[in-house]
């Protein structure tokens, strides 16, 4: 009996040695998460403490722990400046022992973040930046792209406009290159698909008056006026353009980046009938209603696209942990390739190769005044745009994709 029990004991034991949970392994005893965002300039209402809420939402609803270890969630301002973020970057991973970096709005401190992490064999998800550089030819183990990326809005939005008739184009393009690949991009699918690209004028960066640029726009006759560029001037050229009653008057507008938040402040009068592509929308069904409630009793307003997103990513790489036992990057990345990304803020979501986020988008148009129900009810989505067709196949300039 003595030999049978332990016998018995030492199976046991042996399995325990080799359940998930005997051979967890957290570096440091703890899982830190930094959201390196803008805390108070021009990006701080997409993201900001947004994404700072929407990242320690996804840790208290996992729990607060991984594995048995305490999971804290730590906050950077970057301010905009490449500079300042790289040296936050490598501060938290140097010093502060940080895990994961997340949201960090503005391409060129992405990129600047991402040498870092490349340099320090540590992850980082960016959300609000869309350089299609990420997971091409800087492409890298330890960088993810999880909401969007400019050829995802550009394609999408010009694809379903020219199949809706939209087939003559004229871009208001931003003069510098995040604005440049979004009027390539959209252009080329424009003329794929058997439209016209009829011209466009490029004001620079923060241009304080954008009347003859719109008056420009007006008088090419084009059908859609493409909105090629972001915060400030996407926002004011559709404030200005509704001024102008260019909308009014036949033509339409296709924002190839705005979000919920920058249609709130240019207001339903004047943004009412803009055609967009989104990630996210609010108050698309019970899921995201679900979600959203919550995130607004928090902040009094709904979510970005960017900081849903966030929500969504921290939660999958907390589930990754748990599932492969560690918080080892390499092992953590992999894992969430493994597993498809279906929640409320992603469907048919799947993590590729190249580190890429794909999955579907939505085109929407702005409601008209008459039309909202309710606050924040500014949507109408009018089709499904897959992931496929979106964000198309991985770029063969990454060393990541198998050729």
């Known amino acids: 009996m003595i030999a049978k029990r332990l016998s018995m004991l030492g199976a046991l034991a042996a399995a325990l040695l080799a359940s998930p949970a005997a051979l967890a392994q957290v570096s440091d005893d703890v899982v830190k998460i930094g959201v390196l965002t803008d805390m108070n300039g021009p990006a701080s209402t997409p993201t900001g403490q947004g994404s700072v809420t929407a990242a320690q939402m996804a840790v208290d609803d996992f729990g607060g722990t991984v ?46 973040v991402q040498n870092i992490a490349n340099e320090k064999k540590k992850l980082f998800i960016t959300h609000s930046t869309g350089a299609t550089d990420f997971h091409g030819k800087f492409c890298s183990p330890y960088t993810i792209q999880w909401v969007f990326d400019t050829r995802a809005l550009a394609v999408g939005t010009a694809q379903e406009v020219v199949k809706r008739g939209g087939d003559s ?106 055609l967009l592509t989104t990630s996210f929308y609010w108050d698309m069904d019970d899921k995201t209603r679900e979600w959203s409630k919550r995130y607004f009793a928090k902040m009094n307003r709904m979510p970005t696209m960017w900081q849903a997103g966030v929500y969504s990513s921290v939660m999958a790489y907390l589930n990754a942990i748990k599932a492969s036992g560690t918080d080892d990057p390499l092992k953590v990345a992999a894992k969430m390739r493994e597993t498809p990304v279906e929640d409320f803020f992603a469907r048919n979501g799947k993590l590729r190769e190249d580190n890429l986020m794909v999955h579907d988008l939505w085109l929407v148009q702005v409601k008209t005044p008459a039309e909202s129900k309710y606050p924040w009810d500014y949507y109408k989505i009018l089709a499904k745009i897959s992931g496929a067709d979106a964000f198309g196949p991985p770029d063969p300039a990454c060393p990541l994709v198998k050729k």
């Open 67 to 112: 594995l048995g270890k305490p999971v804290t969630v730590i906050v950077g301002d970057h301010q905009l400046k490449p500079d300042i973020g790289a040296g936050i970057a490598r501060r938290w991973y140097d010093v502060d022992q940080v895990d994961l970096i997340v949201d960090v709005p503005v391409s060129a401190v992405g990129l600047a």
């Open 169 to 274: 184009w004229f871009f208001i393009t931003d003069d510098y290159a995040f604005g440049h690949s979004l009027e390539k991009d959209a252009s080329a699918v424009v003329t794929k698909n058997g439209g016209k690209v009829l011209g466009s004028v490029r004001p620079p960066f923060a241009t304080p008056d954008l009347s003859s640029f719109i008056l420009q726009a007006q008088a090419s006759k084009a059908k859609i006026i493409g909105i090629a560029g972001g915060p400030p001037n996407n926002t004011n050229e559709i404030k200005t353009a509704g001024e102008f009653g260019i909308m009014a008057g036949g033509q339409q507008m296709a924002a190839l980046l705005a979000l919920i938040t920058d249609v709130h402040s240019i207001g339903l009068s004047a943004a009412q009938g803009l």
